[in-house]
């Protein structure tokens, strides 16, 4: 079956160390994107990604890294420069265009201490 | 820049009752419009879209929406709730020539016995 996999679901971090979220796709989609979730905001766009190896920030990117050397996988880096890093990040992709709807991954919860 | 508003953040109703969840954006200028519905711990599903066309329009699990452009509105419908409604949903909006999804704060749906 064609989907999303993010790894790992949960992840516990000290503060001031960098950690890299996993997103893999199988759907061939050309769009990926991270988004933040935490209680009551709804989601913000962290960083997306419209083809291989180029990608743009999103409203929140600053303390967050990104690369894309695969059309399947777009990793995301929480750098000890983000000030409030605990929260559930989801990773998402779509055919591109602007009407295409968002499949989205499971999620990773991230807990820094 | 665009923005998403869904008025209520907890909608709580007893089961077989009808619902409605609302959700008001901040442009008419060429929209597309989504619902989602996030289960606890997951991530985000399509629930239906509106690219164009008919205003009503139907999706998965009996939910329906209404694209009022007078009004900015994209209403989320349900006639008779079940204990699996259960959940998160959110609004979000495309806006013209944007690949990128603006989402609401979400309202949490919680269906009593």
């Known amino acids: 079956d064609g989907g999303i996999t993010q790894s790992p679901k949960y992840l516990f971090r000290k503060e001031g160390q960098n950690v890299t979220l996993s997103c893999e796709q199988n759907l061939n989609h050309d769009a990926m994107y991270w988004y933040r979730q935490d209680p009551g905001q709804g989601l913000r766009l962290i960083y997306y990604?419209?083809?291989?190896?180029?990608?743009q920030k999103g409203d929140i990117a600053e303390g967050y890294s990104v690369s894309r050397e695969k059309k399947e996988s777009f990793p995301l880096t929480v750098t000890s420069a983000q000030k409030n890093p605990t929260a559930f990040y989801l990773c998402a992709s779509s055919i591109r265009g602007r009407y295409s709807p968002l499949h989205f991954g499971n999620g990773t919860r991230l807990t820094v201490t | 820049a665009q923005s998403v508003t869904q008025l209520d953040s907890q909608v709580p109703v007893f089961e077989e009752a009808p619902v409605e969840l609302r959700c008001n954006y901040s442009s008419s200028v060429s929209v597309y419009l989504f619902w989602y519905v996030q289960y606890p711990n997951q991530g985000l599903q399509l629930l239906l879209k509106?690219?164009?066309?008919?205003?009503l329009v139907k999706g998965i699990n009996g939910f329906e929406a209404e694209f009022n452009k007078s009004q900015t509105s994209f209403h989320l419908r349900k006639p008779s709730v079940h204990i699996s409604d259960t959940a998160e949903y959110f609004c979000?909006?495309?806006?013209?020539?944007?690949?990128?999804?603006?989402f609401g704060k979400g309202t949490k749906l919680t269906v009593n016995p």
């Open positions: 990604s419209q083809i291989v190896n180029d990608f």
């Open positions: 979000a909006v495309s806006q013209g020539g944007s690949e990128k999804l603006v």
């Open positions: 509106y690219l164009s066309g008919s205003t």
